[in-house]
């Protein structure tokens, strides 16, 4: 979620323009649908607070504690993917400059194959959008991962897209190449890539929203490995009817499975 939605700030002052002291913080975004999610890994984590971005359908949990900011290191240092670990390293520079009792090692990219733990599960939790087309022309079903080229240090996303796409048999796409801000797209395109996709997250769940979205387009990826999509195109479109964005019900259940930290 962090290398997805989240940010890791860490000041490069003492003290703002008014006079105060600076602190670091971690931040992930949450749509405003995934409040119940948002609400259980504050609780889990009991650190952090959760308010609501004025002007966006989003809220931002934010951990700036010393005892909350360690925590999370402690969980996600050396199992970082992508050029976010530059700001967590130094964030834990910071730490061990500002604390004499603290020596947290710092650990470099986490290299085992994608397949192997829970990351991608909260990558696509932040980023991922599991899609269902359904034209008179076509029937599709997709997993689809957007990045910006190059992030906010400067640094690509090429390295860790790759090793997502080798796992759902795709390559990486440049797209939006002559704006701004150009992007990679990891998308399904075929159905033995779908069907690693499934694989992977039966698993490794998701547990926001997405895994609602996930569970209607499992039911269309069956049909398609049954060769019966064509035939039940009307059903497929009912499917579609009621992801993402079109959700209206919300079932919280899943959530009864999240991860318990260690003591």
Request: charged share 25%.
């Amino acid at each position: 979620m962090i290398e997805g939605d989240g940010s890791i700030h860490v000041p490069t002052t003492e003290r703002n323009a008014k006079n105060k002291l600076n602190y670091p913080s971690i931040q992930i975004a949450f749509a405003l649908k995934d409040l119940a999610y948002a609400l259980l890994i504050q609780k889990t984590l009991g650190h952090g607070s959760l308010h609501k971005v004025k002007g966006k359908q989003a809220y931002v949990l934010t951990i700036n504690n010393i005892m909350g900011l360690i925590q999370v290191i402690s969980l996600i240092n050396g199992k970082m993917r992508t050029p976010k670990i530059d700001s967590l390293l130094s964030l834990i520079d910071w730490l061990n400059i500002k604390n004499e009792s603290l020596d947290i090692l710092k650990l470099e990219l986490d290299n085992s194959e994608i397949e192997s733990n829970a990351w991608l599960a909260g990558f696509v939790d932040a980023d991922g959008h599991f899609s269902v087309r359904a034209s008179i022309k076509k029937v599709e079903c997709k997993i689809e991962i957007c990045q910006r080229q190059v992030d906010k240090g400067g640094q690509s996303t090429l390295p860790f897209l790759e090793r997502i796409a080798k796992l759902f048999k795709t390559s990486v796409k440049p797209i939006r190449t002559n704006t701004k801000n150009p992007q990679f797209r990891v998308r399904t395109t075929s159905l033995q890539g779908n069907l690693e996709v499934k694989s992977y997250f039966d698993n490794f769940p998701l547990f926001s929203t997405k895994y609602l979205d996930y569970l209607d387009w499992i039911k269309v990826l069956e049909l398609f490995e049954a060769k019966e999509h064509k035939a039940k195109f009307k059903q497929i479109i009912k499917i579609k009817s009621n992801m993402n964005d079109n959700r209206t019900i919300f079932n919280w259940d899943h959530l009864q499975n999240f991860y318990k930290l260690g003591k």
